[in-house]
């Protein structure tokens, strides 16, 4: 089924055209680029807070809350422009190992960006000392798995 889809994608019309146009392509990249560096800062921002390191003078919960709007809106922007060079080569992304790895480990990623690290932003931090590190260094882990298969899509398949 995803591959008949892939399949109907690749061959539309409107897929060929973008395709004829480089600077369309290039125009999405640039755009997925900078949400990326957006998307990576808030996330960082926090991560680091939440290790204890960063902005230390600001509590962690305002450092998260502060941090959210461009997280999320970084993140939009990065579904939408994803998507779009999804589009541009959907068949080459199906049979993708590292494309396929990606997205499984994004899943968990944004699980645990969106759901618990925010109740764990928001808990007493005096008792968080231990797991702040560790849920800090579990979201860098995370993307950093989404992120390093990403690169290695266009030089492994």
Do not use: C
């Amino acid at each position: 089924m995803l591959l008949s889809l892939a399949q109907a994608v690749d061959s539309s019309a409107l897929i060929h055209s973008m395709r004829d146009i480089a600077l369309i392509g290039a125009l999405i990249n640039v755009a997925h680029l900078l949400a990326l560096a957006v998307f990576a800062g808030a996330l960082v921002v926090v991560d680091l807070r939440f290790m204890g390191t960063g902005l230390t003078r600001e509590p962690l919960a305002e450092v998260a809350s502060q941090a959210q709007p461009w997280l999320v809106g970084a993140f939009w922007a990065l579904v939408v422009t994803g998507l779009v060079q999804l589009a541009l080569q959907p068949v080459k992304e199906y049979y993708s190992d590292m494309f396929n790895f990606k997205m499984k480990v994004m899943l968990v990623a944004i699980i645990f960006t969106f759901i618990v690290r925010p109740r764990l932003a928001r808990a007493n931090e005096a008792r968080m000392r231990v797991w702040g590190k560790l849920v800090g260094l579990a979201s860098l882990i995370l993307w950093s798995g989404v992120a390093i298969p990403a690169r290695l899509i266009g030089l492994v398949g």
